[in-house]
């Protein structure tokens, strides 16, 4: 579980990023952070790892503060970050030598998900290209079963059929213990798998909100026409006419639109927190 | 904080286990290159300076001049023990590893320190023996006929002076721990810099000293030239005397614990 209160960051001789900032989340489920360039979401993934101290208010991640970088904190988060690295070494060497510090690592789980992702433990990781190293990246974060998992930006440089192939994994492994985390930009890998939206902008929390709540308040469609439909809280022109938002009036449910649902969050169209 | 916050042997265990396995390679290599290095310049210096390892009034020179040369490599690879923190990536997964700030100190300085002053004694003095055994079966022409002094590490001790020899250790112990934490300041080329900061240091140290002399002691001394009266504190030890003791001997503490605070505030 994660509570932030009253988070105040700021990079040297910058503006503040955020101020007084307040999240909750909890664990057993899977929370999509989303927000523009530089609003600030790896920024909160860092600091939720405790790879950046927190400089005002409260952070506690599985009950520690994540900037005194405690063990035992340390061995329940694993993170695939935007950028990384690997060691000149086989995927079973490097499994070997790291696997040990996560206390619930899951070598089984890992060897299932290496061979949905068609990756051979004997293969040199710096023989890989971008993708398979991601998705080999993604099989050990998964496979370390941490209760916290943070994913920035994991569908970068994944290939169509692993985005769904990721997909199909994350909500197969992930437990009512772990909390995981997935930035990104690219909403539409990931708006069939999340419980979760939380939108950041303009260093404040602008929405959050669970997916049963948001199909109970609004109804995405697609339109030939804006004509004769009543209270469009949000729309877009898109090749079949329009994409709109509309109120839940009654018991219907539409499939969630999470590009549709963003831009209407950060054009202020939907009214949120 | 509770002790296992701080350490706990079987996760120090894990993480040095976890480090060896996946650097074995360049740790090996690195071995390599220091054992061949070190034979192959003992074996060309004896060829070409024979008279320098044979033993006149004073110990063999041949053997301190590279004993004392060859420390530059130790100090490099000391000096390398955090490198990685330079790139962002690295540091990433360095901070992220499940152990404690402590151990994450512990393990390079246990590796690269200890382990490798330990090696480089042990590869100093076998190639010592095998560059000998090497002149012994060259032709006498090419050593002019001299016999090469076997090695013995008190044929250094002797060369630094066997009265000053705690202190120079001491002093060689502090510039490794400096070069050791220094990477944690730098993020780029932080050897260099590292070097660079210290003759800036020493620069700065005795222009001041200078400075100092020639306020108080006009006419004592030219340019960067320096004075400094010392008085006797006990028995035979002056006031320098403990001034260099004391900076030999306890700098590398505050290095260590200066590097240790420095390494658990690391940041992205």
């Keep these: 579980m994660i509570e932030i209160k009253n988070l105040v960051f700021q990079y040297r001789k910058k503006k503040p990023l955020f101020e007084d900032l307040s999240l909750r989340m909890e664990n057993g489920s899977i929370v999509g952070l989303l927000g523009k360039n530089g609003a600030g979401k790896s920024t909160l993934l860092n600091l939720m790892a405790g790879l950046i101290p927190l400089q005002k208010g409260n952070m506690i991640v599985n009950g520690f503060e994540p900037s005194k970088r405690q063990p035992i904190f340390l061995a329940d988060v694993c993170m695939v970050p935007e950028e990384f690295a690997f060691p000149s070494t086989t995927i079973d060497s490097y499994t070997k030598a790291t696997s040990p510090l996560y206390p619930s690592f899951d070598n089984k789980k890992l060897d299932r998900i290496l061979v949905e992702f068609e990756l051979d433990r004997t293969s040199k990781l710096n023989q890989l290209s971008h993708g398979q190293r991601k998705k080999f990246l993604i099989a050990f974060t998964l496979a370390s079963n941490c209760k916290l998992l943070i994913l920035d930006e994991p569908t970068n440089g994944l290939d169509i059929p692993s985005k769904s192939l990721f997909r199909k994994i994350l909500v197969g492994s992930v437990t009512e213990e772990q909390l995981v985390i997935i930035s990104t930009h690219q909403v539409k890998d990931i708006d069939t798998i999340i419980d979760k939206v939380v939108v950041v902008d303009n260093g404040k929390i602008l929405f959050d909100q669970t997916m049963e709540t948001i199909n109970k308040q609004w109804y995405f469609e697609t339109v030939p026409s804006l004509k004769g439909l009543d209270g469009v809280l949000y729309h877009e022109n898109s090749m079949a006419g329009y994409k709109v938002i509309l109120p839940v009036t009654d018991e219907r449910e539409s499939p969630l639109d999470l590009e549709l649902l963003f831009n209407s969050i950060i054009n202020h169209s939907i009214q949120t927190n | ?268």
Aim: net charge positive; with cysteine.
């Design chain 2, 1 to 268: 904080m509770k002790f296992n916050d701080f350490f706990n042997m079987k996760r120090f265990g894990l993480l040095v286990k976890h480090d060896l396995m996946i650097n074995q390679n360049k740790y090996l290599l690195k071995m390599l290159v220091l054992f061949l290095g070190l034979y192959a310049i003992m074996v060309l210096l004896m060829f070409d300076g024979p008279q320098q390892f044979i033993h006149r009034q004073t110990a063999p020179q041949g053997y301190i001049m590279i004993f004392v040369f060859s420390l530059i490599a130790l100090g490099v690879f000391i000096g390398g023990s955090f490198s990685d923190l330079g790139s962002k990536v690295k540091r990433t997964s360095f901070i992220l590893l499940p152990a404690s700030t402590f151990e994450k100190m512990l393990h390079p300085f246990l590796l690269r320190v200890v382990l490798g002053i330990v090696c480089y004694l042990l590869f100093f003095w076998v190639d010592a023996q095998l560059a000998r055994l090497t002149m012994a079966n060259a032709p006498s022409i090419l050593i002019q006929g001299l016999v090469i002094e076997p090695f013995h590490y008190s044929q250094i001790i002797d060369g630094m002076g066997r009265d000053d020899f705690a202190m120079i250790v001491f002093l060689l112990f502090s510039f490794g721990m400096y070069l050791f934490t220094m990477p944690l300041f730098f993020k780029k080329q932080a050897l260099l810099k590292a070097i660079f900061v210290f003759f800036i240091a020493l620069f700065t140290y005795i222009c001041f000293f200078s400075l100092m002399s020639h306020l108080f002691h006009p006419g004592n001394n030219d340019g960067l030239g320096f004075t400094i009266p010392d008085f006797k504190v006990y028995k035979e030890l002056t006031s320098f005397d403990l001034l260099f003791d004391s900076i030999a001997g306890l700098s590398w503490m505050f290095f260590l614990v200066f590097g240790y605070f420095k390494l658990k505030e690391l940041k992205l």
